[in-house]
Nanobody
């Protein structure tokens, strides 16, 4: 199973992007779906995740600006990013944690210019 992330790109500060992540095949027993990011020279960090019952967690830096959502029937997880800031520039990775395995997407680049 592969995760394919899309929706990255370049935007000016204050703009919006929507990232989407889809699995190439059905993943069963998913616990958590999420998005991480890694900026140049920094460690990968959690941006947001959503559990199978819909509980969400956000990094403090994105609270109120980003919204994560999931569709279990389609095995997709989206990240709506509003009011983007230059410090949001990073490669964004989607993640799916199932009972048996953790899946990672290949990443999509988001660049926010001031």
């Amino acid at each position: 199973v592969q995760l394919q992330a899309s929706g990255g790109g370049s935007v000016q500060a204050g703009g919006s992007l929507r990232l989407s992540c889809a699995a190439s095949a059905r993943i069963f027993s998913i616990n958590v779906m999420g998005w991480y990011r890694q900026a140049p020279g920094k460690q990968r960090e959690l941006v947001a995740h959503i559990t199978r019952v819909g509980d969400t967690k956000y990094a403090d830096s994105v609270k109120g600006r980003f919204t994560i959502s999931r569709d279990d029937a389609k095995n997709t997880v989206d990240l709506q990013m509003n009011s983007l800031k230059p410090e949001d520039t990073a490669v964004y990775y989607c993640s799916v944690e199932s009972v048996l395995y953790n899946y990672w997407g290949r990443g999509t680049l988001v660049t926010v210019s001031s």
